[in-house]
Nanobody, 128 residues
Framework: QVQLVESGGGLVQAGGSLRLSCAASGRTFSTYGMGWFRQAPGKEREFVAAITWTGSSTNYAGSVKGRFTISRDNAKNTVYLQMASLKPEDTAVYYC?????????????????????WGQGTQVTVSS
């Protein structure tokens, strides 16, 4: 069983930055593919970013490419999402997810069904 706990959300003005963290339990964190997804009120959950188990490959949604950076520290069992140049449309609950299958761990999949474990989410609100 893998437990994921997100932190770092909050209220920020447009153009500002935030860094989200996701701490994972489990001795095999370094083998998991990790992803960030978000869900805004009244909208479906959408992919934000993903990273392979080694951190050598990343994948981003077009709407955040160039503004967000995903990274991981396997020694700390933690994955990060650095968010810059935030926009009001980035307002959402952000979820961390872990995938143990090959597509998540080796290809940084953008598909939510590739990730078996999910955190409880952290709210990010960007004011205009």
């Amino acid at each position: 069983q893998v437990q994921l706990v997100e932190s770092g959300g909050g209220l920020v003005q447009a153009g500002g930055s935030l860094r989200l963290s996701c701490a994972a339990s489990g001795r095999t964190f370094s083998t998991y593919g990790m992803g960030w997804f978000r869900q805004a009120p009244g909208k479906e959950r959408e992919f934000v970013a993903a990273i392979t188990w080694t951190g050598s490959s990343t994948n981003y949604a077009g709407s955040v490419k160039g503004r967000f950076t995903i990274s991981r520290d396997n020694a700390k069992n933690t994955v990060y999402l650095q968010m810059a140049s935030l926009k009001p449309e980035d307002t959402a609950v952000y979820y961390c997810a872990a995938g143990t299958g090959s597509r998540a761990s080796l290809t940084a999949s953008s598909q939510a069904y590739e990730y078996e474990y999910w955190g409880q989410g952290t709210q990010v609100t960007v004011s205009s």
